[in-house]
């Protein structure tokens, strides 16, 4: 079974900082490019952050460029979102999900094109 389990959301304080992790088992497929993307209520789901797999180049959205950080660990198939000075605006569910192919497909494509996705974890910023 392929699972894609989030963790680590939770209720904050407008500058605070949460990092989010994303473990992954039973793809069908190896070297996942990652993803992770987000969706308030009422709004459609939006791209956050992607890496890649071979190089671990990494892309943002602009709404959190210089404050999240995406990183990955091979070894433990998890891929973490550190996200600093939290923003009311950041409010919403954060899933991961993985991908076969290019990063740079997952940053640029509506939706992201993932064969995957986790559940996701609710991250809420008050102010």
């Known amino acids: 079974q392929a699972q894609l389990v989030e963790s680590g959301g939770g209720l904050v304080q407008a500058g605070a900082s949460l990092k989010l992790s994303c473990s992954w088992s039973?793809?069908?497929?190896?070297?996942?490019?990652m993803g992770w993307f987000r969706q308030a209520p009422g709004k459609e789901r939006e791209f956050v952050a992607a890496i890649s797999w071979v190089a671990d180049n990494t892309y943002y959205a602009d709404s959190v460029k210089g404050r999240f950080s995406i990183s990955r660990d091979d070894a433990k198939n998890t891929v973490y979102l550190q996200m600093n000075n939290l923003k009311p605006e950041d409010t919403a569910v954060y899933y991961c999900g993985a991908k076969r192919g290019s990063a740079i497909v997952i940053s640029k494509t509506p939706g992201g094109g993932m064969d995957y996705w986790g559940k996701g974890t609710q991250v809420t910023v008050s102010s």
């Open positions: 039973g793809l069908t497929f190896t070297n996942p490019a």
